[in-house]
């Protein structure tokens, strides 16, 4: 789903949705363990801590300061050439981009991984006017031809097996490929090497902009970044506008913190810093470069208590760690962006009204807090969205009965009254100690889950009664 859709379900149908695919979960959570281990063993003998103390720090004062380091970017890298364009949304941003493609005569275009570009659907947009859009990430490949949005910020396949992506390749290319891994991505860099080479224009993503030399980052395992920017006569690049640091020196804090958290990795295998168009003297690269740098909604959360969203450098590791997750995968919370981090981005950017039960996907444990590589409060982040949201959308009804129960409990002879009606009352429901069905409003709460009964004595009555019995032995001790 991109940001300017509206979302195919609520959170618990999608999630009831996958619950039921075999196999899902089981292809998940050995996935997302994998990762964990990873992580655990890319970080092994390192102050990690340390680590993400200073990336917090490098992320922070960035932030705080974007719209100087913006500008200081946008200054640096139209003087080497860059040409630079600012989208206030995600409308303006695939316009722009359709204009490249439309005034090059373009029918061909490779694209390296950008989550931007999901956000915005360009590919859509795109193909609309015509345009052949060929995925060159290999997971990205994959959802592309299952017609599916990616399921994982670094893994957008995650969810399929390899005979999933063995049945798709057949299906897709009338071929009898075995589900064998090795073959399979064989087959695919036969298969897109073509592409590359025919694609006039080539579309990557950003993962860091360098504000003092006006240049970009994109870090990639499988060298298509690469290829996509060096190859096409023209290099679309598509940023957040929060994708930013101020110089090579903080890009080298970040650059362990992404590749460890993300995959594992210490070094990641492509690293390509791109700073402009080719040169007179240069062999190779594109004749024209573009950045588009994406606002869509980021703008709005500075100076909120949610601007340290804007900390996220997409690692996904929030994602491995959450039960949540786990359990449905991507494609459960109907947006871009999935898990925790999707949790309490989408909702800031799309709207309560469209998104604001993804808050709710979550256990609250606050794992995804505890793994940031930046040290986002995310499970902060989503309590005070749950606020927020509680607040926006409750009616007059729930508003004059959670003052009553404030009042109520206020007091403590209204609390002890309280207590006692609803022990009196809860003995119609209560079965074998628990509450299994109750009348609405608690039967959303019974419908999924038991709700404990109200104990037979409050922790008061305990405390008299225990008050009330004789102590056994001796006043003085040994």
């Not at 870090?219 to 110089?247: D, Q, W, Y």
């Amino acid at each position: 789903m991109s940001a300017g859709e509206g979302r195919r379900g609520t959170f618990a149908e999608l999630a009831h949705i996958q619950l039921e695919k075999p196999g899902l979960r089981r292809a998940i959570g050995s996935a997302m363990d994998r990762f964990v281990v990873n992580r655990a063993n890319a970080f092994a003998g390192a102050d990690l801590e340390a680590m993400r103390e200073a990336g917090e720090a490098v992320r922070a004062h960035t932030v705080a300061r974007l719209d100087t380091y913006l500008a200081q970017f946008a200054g640096a890298a139209e003087a080497r050439g860059t040409k630079v364009f600012f989208a206030g949304d995600g409308a303006e941003a695939v316009e722009y981009v359709r204009g490249v493609v439309r005034d090059h005569g373009a029918t061909r275009v490779a694209k390296g991984k950008s989550m931007a570009s999901e956000e915005i659907g360009l590919n859509h947009a795109l193909e609309a006017d015509g345009v052949d859009v060929v995925e060159t990430d290999l997971g990205e490949y994959i959802v592309q031809i299952a017609h599916e949005p990616p399921s994982h910020i670094i893994v957008p396949a995650i969810h399929k097996t390899r005979g999933d992506v063995a049945d798709l390749f057949n299906e897709a290319h009338h071929t009898h490929l075995p589900p064998d891994p090795p073959e399979l991505t064989r087959f695919a860099r036969e298969l897109l090497r073509d592409r590359f080479l025919a694609a006039e224009v080539g579309i990557t993503g950003v993962n860091f902009a360098v504000a003092d030399a006006g240049a970009f980052v994109i870090v990639t395992n499988e060298g298509n970044g690469r290829m996509c920017s060096t190859l096409p006569k023209v290099h679309v690049a598509l940023m957040g506008m929060e994708r930013i640091v101020p110089s090579f020196r903080e890009l080298a804090v970040m650059l362990p913190l992404l590749t460890g958290s993300a995959t594992g990795q210490r070094v990641t295998a492509y690293l390509n810093v791109v700073g402009g168009p080719r040169g007179a003297d240069d062999v190779d690269g594109p004749e024209e470069v573009h950045v588009v740098i994406l606002d869509n909604g980021r703008s709005k959360l500075l100076g909120t208590e949610y601007r340290s969203v804007l900390h996220c450098i997409r690692c996904g590791a929030c994602q491995n760690v959450c039960p949540v997750y786990r359990q449905v995968g991507g494609h459960g919370y109907g947006a871009v962006y999935g898990g925790p981090i999707g949790a309490v981005l989408t909702p800031l950017l799309v709207g309560f009204e469209r998104a604001g039960d993804l808050p709710m996907a979550s256990s609250l444990c606050a794992a995804c807090t505890d793994v940031c590589p930046v040290r986002i409060p995310l499970h902060e982040h989503l309590l005070s969205l749950r606020r927020d949201v509680a607040r926006e959308r409750a009616g007059a009804a729930e508003r004059s009965a959670f003052r009553t129960r404030s009042g109520a409990w206020s007091h403590p002879w209204s609390y002890r009254l309280a207590a006692r009606l609803g022990r009196i009352g809860q003995t119609v429901f209560a079965r074998g100690g628990r509450i299994r069905r109750a009348p609405f409003p608690l039967s959303r709460w019974t419908s999924d889950r038991d709700l404990p009964p109200i104990a037979s004595r409050t922790f008061r009555e305990r405390w008299k009664r225990s008050e009330r019995r004789p102590r056994s032995g001796s006043a003085g001790g040994a």
